[in-house]
């Protein structure tokens, strides 16, 4: 088993100027340590589509690479987009799924097949290659071939889940914060500062 | 429509494995500096509900969504539930919108633009399934493609 810290810390070692679209306890752990806090979007306040939002990004600039950090609880939700982006076939992207077997910020429920191995269904949605790792010495060796290679790729971690005894917090603050970090990231990625206030957190 | 869009070389079709996802993929092509619209249809709009509601209405997103107004009639009434209920449903989700039934319609389309663009929020085209051709040589109208 890999802990979310060393994951993560692995990952922002080698994540050079990419685009990273987080979502759920990956959060939690990113923010802690993200090099590029202007090129990060952490998805909260809506359900599972991490993945779809990194597609979109890795679509719209393909001279970047996009990784994605999801959840085997918002994939299994999001199933899906799977074959969606083995259709669209981004050759920037990178899907890595954080796999715990539980809900964590529910409470710690079981998701439904615990024992779904999300880089054979990846493999089998048609992703240009995939990688599961349960060690964080060979997930930190293998890690800048892999960034490296044309994607997309699936790597899925596994990790010890925790409940989350807290939940997650739902105040006017919390959620304006992904609407300015989407802003941030357009006005990083284009050079124009042209999306205004719109909904209800701006 | 979709043989069109496909046939379009300055327009890259996105096929999504479900509707949910077509929001979240628009708005990261929007970040990425895109101009995303969606083509759904009404009852794909329902099933994308939480999406509609996070990465559009939430995080104010310009974004032109073209609604298949499945089931509706200009008689009024119609046993297809997915268009009983798409009016409300973009009425409860405080969503603007323009409905197209036919060529003469057309200049809603670019109202649904400068819309989106000045209200920075999703607006929905909801395009009647019989939607009909106008035929300018003789004033008539025949029906379309469905």
Same mark, same amino acid.
């Given at each position: ?30 923010? #802690? ?28 600039? @393909? ?9 085997? $609880? ?32 529910? $409470? ?42 044309? $994607? ?9 889940? #925790? ?6 917090? #739902? ?8 609407? %300015?970090? %989407? ?14 206030? $719109?909904? @209800?957190?701006? | ?11 890259? !079709? ?46 104010? !997103? ?52 400068? !819309? ?31």
């Amino acid at each position: 088993m890999i802990t979310y810290t060393d994951a993560c810390r692995v990952i922002n070692d080698s994540r050079d100027e990419s685009v990273v679209v987080t979502t759920m306890t990956q959060t939690k752990y990113w923010y #802690q340590i993200s090099k590029h806090p202007d090129l990060d979007i952490g998805i909260a306040n809506a359900m599972s589509k991490a993945s779809s939002v990194a597609l979109g990004v890795a679509l719209g600039k @393909p001279e970047r690479s996009v990784i994605c950090l999801d959840a085997d $609880g918002s994939l299994l939700m999001n199933f899906g987009s799977l074959a969606t982006i083995a259709g669209m076939a981004p050759e920037n992207l990178y899907h890595f799924v954080f796999n715990n077997g539980i809900y964590s910020v529910t $409470g710690g429920q079981a998701v439904p097949a615990p024992g779904v191995e999300y880089a054979k269904a990846a493999e089998a949605c048609g992703y240009a290659s995939v990688y599961r790792f349960d060690d964080v010495e060979s997930l930190d060796s293998s890690l800048s071939e892999i960034l490296s290679s044309p $994607g997309p790729v699936l790597i899925e971690i596994m990790v010890k889940g #925790q409940p989350q005894a807290e939940g997650i917090d #739902q105040t006017w603050e919390s959620n304006a914060k992904m609407p %300015l970090q %989407l802003r941030t990231l357009r006005k990083r990625l284009t050079g124009a500062d042209d999306w205004g206030p $719109g909904g @209800p957190y701006l | 429509m979709y043989q069109a869009l496909m046939d379009e070389p300055s327009i890259t !079709l996105v096929p999504v494995a479900r509707e949910g996802e077509a929001i979240p993929v628009a708005a990261g092509l929007f970040v990425a500096g895109q101009n995303p619209v969606i083509s759904i249809q009404n009852a794909g709009l329902y099933e994308a509900g939480d999406a509609l509601r996070g990465l559009a209405l939430g995080i104010g !997103l310009p974004l032109v969504m073209f609604i298949g107004y499945r089931g509706h009639n200009r008689k009024g009434d119609t046993p297809d539930s997915a268009a009983t209920f798409l009016e409300p449903y973009l009425h409860m989700w405080r969503v603007d919108y323009f409905v197209v039934e036919s060529d003469e319609d057309l200049d809603r389309v670019p109202l649904a633009f400068e !819309l989106a663009a000045k209200t920075n929020q999703p607006v929905a085209v909801a395009i009647g399934t019989e939607y009909a051709k106008s035929d300018k040589a003789t004033g008539a109208v025949q029906g379309g493609p469905q």
